[in-house]
């Protein structure tokens, strides 16, 4: 199995444009998970789907953030319209179940100028 | 409010010598707890758990211990090797109560150096 795979691995964009960072999880799981790395906050969950059906979006931290699922095998995370405080990773990550832990992708550095 | 603590951002320890990393946490529901280890532009990797029905699990070089009463882990590389400098994360879980995703804390960068 390929991994998780996460696409673009970079994107500088100007403030006010949207982004959009795709995920393809590993085929059999059935949850996934998007967080963001900052240096002052860490690894952040955004967003996680079970089954494809958004559990829990109480981490987005605005509504320029939004995340889809519409099918096992593909994730979005958009942010419209980007913002310089958005420039961070974004890592996408899938899970069998929670005690077999989460596979993360190589995550996507987002750099809004 | 940061669920999960790791106060130390960096640390240094010499080739051969033991490296411990510390985790504090808040939530008394956490149940389960995992280290991830993440090298440069990769994304994180597991690495080892522990429930709260153990207060020790050991895989080769790393150990991992739990305080249940001072809601503290650490996690003991022994011996430390210049391929174990990384970010290591510290994650827990309410598992067995509620199923709920990983929460991590900030990281500590690990250096170590030959």
């Known amino acids: 199995d390929a991994g998780v795979i996460q696409s673009p691995r970079h994107e500088v964009t100007e403030m006010g444009q949207e982004v959009t960072l795709r995920c393809k999880p590993i085929?059999?799981?059935?949850?996934l998970f998007w967080y963001r790395q900052t240096m002052m906050r860490g690894l952040e969950l955004l967003i996680y789907?079970?089954?494809?059906?958004?559990?829990?979006d109480s981490g987005m931290p605005e509504d320029r953030f939004s995340a889809k699922m519409p099918n096992a095998s593909f994730s979005t995370l958009k942010i419209q319209p980007s913002e310089p405080r958005d420039s961070a990773v974004y890592f996408c990550?899938?899970?069998?179940?929670?005690?077999?832990?989460?596979?993360f992708g190589s995550g996507t550095r987002l750099t809004v100028v | 409010d940061q669920q999960v603590k790791q106060n130390s951002p960096s640390l240094s320890v010499q080739e051969g010598r033991i490296s411990i990393l510390n985790c504090d946490y808040t939530?008394?529901?956490?149940?389960?707890f995992l280290w991830y280890k993440k090298y440069p532009a990769e994304g994180p990797t597991f690495l080892i758990s522990?429930?709260?029905?153990?207060d020790k699990n050991e895989d080769g070089r790393f150990t991992v211990f739990l305080n249940k009463s001072a809601k503290h882990l650490s996690l003991h590389i022994v011996p430390s090797q210049p391929g174990d400098s990384a970010v290591y994360f510290c994650?827990?879980?309410?598992?067995?109560?509620?199923?709920?995703?990983?929460?991590f804390g900030k990281g500590t960068r690990l250096s170590v150096i030959a």
């Open positions: 994650a827990a879980s309410a598992f067995y109560s509620g199923n709920t995703p990983l929460v």
């Open positions: 789907f079970n089954n494809n059906v958004p559990i829990d």
């Open positions: 990550a899938s899970s069998r179940d929670r005690i077999s832990g989460y596979t």
């Open positions: 522990i429930s709260s029905i153990k």
């Open positions: 939530n008394s529901m956490f149940d389960y």
């Open positions: 085929s059999g799981h059935n949850s």
